[in-house]
C-alpha cells in the first residue's frame, strides 16, 4: 500500500472518537483534498407555506406537529423574519430556524461555502402541505414547485430539488408530479410520511404510487410528527419530533408499505428514507425471522423484508453522524444504497461535513456516500 494512502486510511481511523484506540496522536484533518458533497435532506419552505402554518398551528384539533411549528413559525422572532422589514440577511439569519428555511439565497449559498458543500437536493419542509384541505394543498405545492424549479435555474450547479404534492388529492397529485419531473426538471418527490393520518398504502393514494413508478424517480418519506392514533405516549415527554416520534412514524410508514403489500403492486417504486434508515437496518434480522413470508404472522408478501429493502429503499444520513451506526448500514444494505445528507437547516452543516470527510470508510465508499449514489438516484448531470 502506498504511504500517501496508509495516511489517507490512518487519518480517516483518527478522526473519531468512538475508535479512541486509533485516535491518540492521529491527525484530524483529512490528508486530502475534500470530497464533492451533495447533501440530499435539505429543506425549504416559501412564504405563503409558512403563512398558512402559522394560520393552521392556531386551530383547534391540529395535530401533535403544532407543537414544533409553533416555535418556528409562530415565535416573536419568526414573525420580524417573515416580514419584509429591512433587515440584512446575517441579522435575518439569527431569527431562528424561519429565514434559512426561507432563503435559497445569500444565506443558505454561505453556509454552502462555507461548509464545503457542492450541492443541496431541496425539499419543502415537513409537514409539508398534507396538513391543508386539498385544494389549498394542492395550490401550495405547485407554487412550491415552481419556486424550486426557479432557484435551481439560477444555481444549477448548486441545487437540485424534489417535487411536492398533496396525496389526499390524488389526481392532481399525479399530474403536479408528472410536471415536476417531465416540465420542471426536478429529481424526485418529497412526502412528509401521513397525511391527514393516513399512510400510502392506504388505496386513496394508489394514483401518486403510480407515478412515482411510471416516471421512475425516488419518493422521499421524511418524518413528521405520529398520526393521532399514536400520539399520546409520545406527547407527554415530547417526544413527537427528531429524538424518537419522527423514527417511529416514518419506519411504521415503510413497514405498513412492506406488510401492506405495497411493494408486491409497485415492484419497481424507488423510496428514499432519512436519519440512517430511522431505526429499521438495526430490526431487519428480526423482521425477516418474523415478518418472512409464511412467518409465523401468516405473512403473505413476496418477499423478507430485508429484500425489499434492499430493493426498493435507499437511506440517507440526516442528522445521524454516527460512524459506527454507518458501518453497520454498509455492511446491512451495502454502499451503493446509502446518500450523505445534512439536514440544513435543522442540523449544523460543519459536523455533517466533517462526519463524512473523516469517517473511517475507503475512499470509493466514501464517493459513494457523498455524492456518487446521489448523482445516479436522482439522475444529477454535472
Ligand atoms: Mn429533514
Known sequence: MKRRKVLQNLSALGSLA???????????????????????????TIPEIADAYREWINKEGVNLDRLVLKQIYDTPDARLAASNTDVSNRDRAALGMLPKLLDLDAIRLSDMEAGGVSMHILSLTMPGVQVFEPRQASALARLANDRLAEAIRKQPARYAGLACFAPHDPQVAAKEMERGIQSLGLNGFIVNSHTHNLYLDDPSFSPVLEAAEAL??????????????????????????????????????ILRLIFGGVLDRFPKLQIVIGHMGEGLP??????????????????????????????????????????????????????????????????????????????????VEREMIAFRNAERIFRISR
Open 18 to 44: 468512538a475508535f479512541p484506540e486509533f485516535s491518540s496522536g492521529i491527525s484530524r484533518q483529512p490528508a486530502v483534498a475534500p470530497v464533492r458533497k451533495i447533501a440530499t435532506e435539505e429543506a425549504f
Open 216 to 253: 421512475n424517480a425516488p419518493l422521499y418519506i421524511h418524518p413528521r410528527a405520529v398520526s393521532d392514533g399514536m400520539a399520546k405516549p409520545f406527547q407527554d415527554y415530547r417526544m413527537e419530533g427528531a429524538a424518537w416520534g419522527y423514527g417511529i412514524e416514518t419506519s411504521t410508514h
Open 282 to 363: 438495526f430490526w431487519l434480522w428480526r423482521l425477516d425471522f418474523m415478518g418472512s413470508p409464511g412467518a409465523r404472522a401468516g405473512r403473505k408478501n413476496q418477499l423478507k423484508p430485508s429484500e425489499y429493502f434492499k430493493r426498493n429503499i435507499f437511506i440517507t444520513t440526516s442528522g445521524v453522524e454516527d460512524p459506527v451506526a454507518l458501518r453497520f448500514c454498509i455492511d446491512k444494505l451495502g454502499a451503493d444504497r446509502i446518500m450523505w445528507a445534512i439536514d440544513y437547516p435543522y442540523q449544523p452543516t460543519a459536523p455533517a461535513v466533517a462526519f463524512i470527510e473523516t469517517a473511517p470508510l475507503s475512499d
